[in-house]
């Protein structure tokens, strides 16, 4: 599969929550939302992602933001190429997909003093 053009929006809970108002009907606070207009061969998509949540969900794990953002962006992204987190057994595959390529960002995988 080619990569084509993937979005990235950093953007408030409250922008999210109306995004996910508007286009999806929910009424739930989420950490990212994924577009996907990929076709066969490539891959297309607009991914928001709340700040606000990448930062709780960071405190929540003991990670690091950039940690946190990395894998919420890499979640969007597995979307795209046909992952999915309906049932607790597509969950565990997600975050275990997730995992696998955090690694390729080298990004630590524990909190750091200045995330407290």
Request: glycine letters at 6%.
């Amino acid at each position: 599969m080619n990569v084509g053009e993937i979005h990235i929006s950093l953007i408030s809970d409250e922008g999210l929550l109306e995004i996910s108002k508007k286009h999806l009907n929910h009424d739930d606070y989420t950490d990212v939302i994924t577009f996907d207009y990929s076709t066969q061969n490539t891959i297309h998509c607009d991914i928001a992602v709340s700040t606000d949540r990448v930062s709780e969900n960071a405190h929540n794990e003991g990670v690091s933001i950039e940690n946190e953002l990395a894998r919420v962006m890499i979640h969007g992204i597995l979307h795209c190429v046909g992952f999915n987190d309906k049932t607790e057994g597509d969950k565990r595959i997600m975050r275990s997909k997730e995992n696998e390529l955090l690694k390729l960002f080298h990004v630590e995988q524990k909190s750091t003093p200045s995330d407290v």
